[in-house]
């Protein structure tokens, strides 16, 4: 849920990247943090155990610029991927305004993969969301390894709808900006499409 | 609460005028150093107080974590929610209710004042700015119904969204 305020002329979206323990969620939050000039980012937060994996959430907030005036800021987090950490999941999906799907390409993760994405419908749904009605993008990371699923068999498997999808290696910072912005755009459409009030 | 998908939360000059009030007010009244407001999914509504060394945004997040969080135990141990939360640091503390089960309101203040009389003013304020809330909620949907809804994105183009990441 969008927050728009006409006093301060500003509007907030929350975005989600949801996936697997391990695919590459937090490592494109980095990449986006190092990429991005001073006066656009606020703090980077990890919430995370003493080994860096994530506990509650990664949080970064980015103000992209003006559009029509209003100050234009998005609100990026990751979920922990660990099953169970299925309770902090569904507190970080409150209020969604986008969610990109990192999947983890390599072969041994296909079927994390999909349990991932599962998970996420069911949680959405907990709250009256559907993904279908949602800006959803997905990403395929870690594309530099070599024991990866073919594209057309990971598309078949996590994207029948065929919704935007990229290619990525976070670790390197490609397709992370792409994944982002395409993000972005959808939730401006959407916001373009009425719902200001409410 | 199941909110509706695609709905913004909108917060419209006048009602922010009257919250600065409330939460101005409430500065001066309970001696506290820095009062905000946050919405439940962590963004920063309002602030006031000595706010310049203090990354609101970050504050603004993680204090709706903490409360989905406590949020999340209270459920697991059979009560809605907890709806005051109490911090005590060494020089400040950080006190936080929850306003018309939507809202979150922070107060950080030290020894200069006291528990005692922070939980007092704040009680005072809370029901002033539910009052607000509601009828920012009534206003919003009467907007919506008369499709009176003047979005600054109506207009947008491509190219302003383009344009955001250039
Ligand atoms: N080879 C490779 N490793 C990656 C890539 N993206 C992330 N990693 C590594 O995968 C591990 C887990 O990444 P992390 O971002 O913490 O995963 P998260 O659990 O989804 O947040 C880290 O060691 C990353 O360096 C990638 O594109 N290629
Ligand atoms: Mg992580």
Redesign the interface.
Known sequence: ????????RE??C?IVYYGPGLCGKTTNLQFVYQKTAPDAK??M?S?ATETERTL??D?L?LA??E????K?RF?LYTVPGQVFYD??R???L??VDGVVFVADSQEVRLDANIESLENLKDNLEE????LE??PFVIQYNKQDLPNCTPIEELRELLNPDGVTEFTACAQTGEGV?ETL?AV??LI??????????? | MLEPQNNSFVMYDEEFQRISVVIEKLLRESNSKVIFLVDKNGQLIANCGETEHLDTTSLASLTAGNIAATGGLAKLIGEKEFSILFHEGEKDNIHISIIAQRVILVVIFDHRSSLGLVRLRVKKASDELAGIFEDLAVKAAEMEKTGNVDSPFAEITDDDIDNLFS
């Open positions: 849920m969008s927050f728009i305020n006409y006093a301060s509007i907030n929350k606020g703090k937060i919430l509650f959430f949080f907030p992209l610029g559009i029509r005036g209003f234009t609100h309770a902090s569904k507190l970080i409150k209020g709250q009256g969301y559907q009605k949602l900006f912005k972005a755009k401006l459409l959407e916001l373009k499409k009425g719902g200001a009030a409410g």
